[in-house]
C-alpha cells in the first residue's frame, strides 16, 4: 500500500483522500476572493471542510488561472505568511499543502508547519523547486502543464497527447527520485494546456497513470472542462463536478482536490464500497 510522510504523519492510501481547495487570493476562478485577507472567513471555512471530511487543506495564496494577476514574490509570501500565522496555531494535527510554483513560498510554508507541495509547474517555473522539495523531503505533487497560465491555453498541440504527457511526467518524476524526493503525487494538470476534448480523453485514460508508482491527484472541480461542455458557469457545475470526480476515482483517482467537501467525501464512499464489493464477490 503506498503511503506518503508528512512531516512524520502518514496518508495511507487504502481509500481515496480528499483534499479541500483554501484559495485566499484576489482573483480566484471560482469563490471569486471573499478569503482574501479574511481570516474570519478563511478559517470557518477549514472547519468546515474537515468537518465534510477534508483529509489535507491546500493554501493557495496566487491565482493561477489564465486571467489572474501574477503577485511578485514578496506580495505571495506576505499573504501566504500571514494567512499560515492565522491558520496553523488554529489547527496544529491538520494535514496542509501549499499552492505555489515557486521555490522560495513552497520552502518558507514548509518551514512554517505545511507538509506537501502542490506546484501546477512541475518544477518548470522556478527551477529550484526540486531541490527544496529534496533538502525539505516534502511530498511533491507534480503537475503537467504546457506553460504559464497566460499561455497555457495557446500550447494544446501534442503528438500524442496520453503518451506525450506520461513521457513528461516519466522525465520529471525521474529527476525527483535522482534528488531524493520519495513521496511523489503525480497530477495530470486537468485544465492546464488542454483543449476540452483532451481533457476527457486524459479522464477517460487516467488509469494508464497508475502505471508510474505514485499516487494519483486529480482537481476537476468546477473546471472549464465541464461548463464550457455545459454552456454555463462554475457555479452551476456542482453536479458535474461529482460525476467527474466519480469517473476518476472508477479510473484510479487517489486524491480529489475539491470545492465541495462533502459531495466529493460521499463519491468516494459509493465508489469504495463499489470496489469492496467486488473483491468480496471475487
Not at 49 to 75: H, R, Y
Request: net charge negative; charged share 20%; glycine share 6%.
Amino acid at each position: 500500500m503506498t503511503t506518503l510522510n508528512c512531516k512524520g504523519k502518514l496518508i495511507h492510501f487504502d481509500s481515496p483522500k480528499i483534499m479541500g481547495i483554501l484559495n485566499i487570493t484576489e482573483y480566484s476562478f471560482f469563490d471569486g476572493g471573499k478569503y482574501y485577507n479574511n481570516p474570519d472567513k478563511y478559517l470557518f471555512r477549514i472547519e468546515k471542510m474537515l468537518e465534510e471530511g477534508a483529509d489535507i487543506i491546500d493554501v493557495g495564496c496566487m491565482a493561477t488561472n489564465p486571467f489572474a494577476k501574477e503577485l511578485s514574490e514578496e506580495e505571495e509570501l506576505h499573504v501566504m505568511e500571514t494567512a499560515l500565522n492565522n491558520i496553523l496555531p488554529k489547527f496544529p494535527d491538520v494535514i496542509f499543502s501549499i499552492d505555489t510554483w515557486r521555490a522560495s513560498v513552497a520552502q518558507t510554508a514548509v518551514e512554517m508547519g505545511v507538509s506537501i507541495i502542490n506546484d501546477i509547474s512541475g518544477g518548470e517555473f522556478d527551477e529550484d523547486m526540486f531541490m527544496v522539495a529534496s533538502q525539505l523531503q516534502a511530498p511533491y505533487i507534480l503537475m503537467h502543464t504546457s506553460g504559464r497560465p497566460e499561455v497555457m491555453q495557446q500550447k494544446t498541440d501534442y503528438n500524442n497527447l496520453v503518451p506525450d504527457i506520461f513521457l513528461y511526467i516519466s522525465k520529471r518524476l525521474e529527476k525527483l527520485r535522482l534528488l531524493g524526493v520519495n513521496d511523489v503525487i503525480v497530477d495530470v494538470g486537468f485544465g492546464f494546456g488542454k483543449t476540452v476534448p483532451q481533457n476527457y480523453t486524459l479522464l477517460k485514460h487516467l488509469d494508464l497513470f497508475k502505471e508510474l508508482d505514485c499516487p494519483l491527484f486529480v482537481g476537476l472541480s468546477r473546471k472549464t472542462m465541464l461548463y464550457k461542455l455545459l454552456e454555463t458557469t462554475p457555479q452551476n457545475v456542482l453536479n458535474a463536478t461529482t460525476i467527474a470526480n466519480t469517473i476518476a476515482l472508477l479510473n484510479g483517482a487517489d486524491i480529489l482536490r475539491v470545492h465541495d467537501v462533502k459531495e466529493a467525501s460521499e463519491a468516494v464512499k459509493i465508489v469504495s464500497q463499489l470496489m469492496f464489493s467486488q473483491r468480496v464477490a471475487l
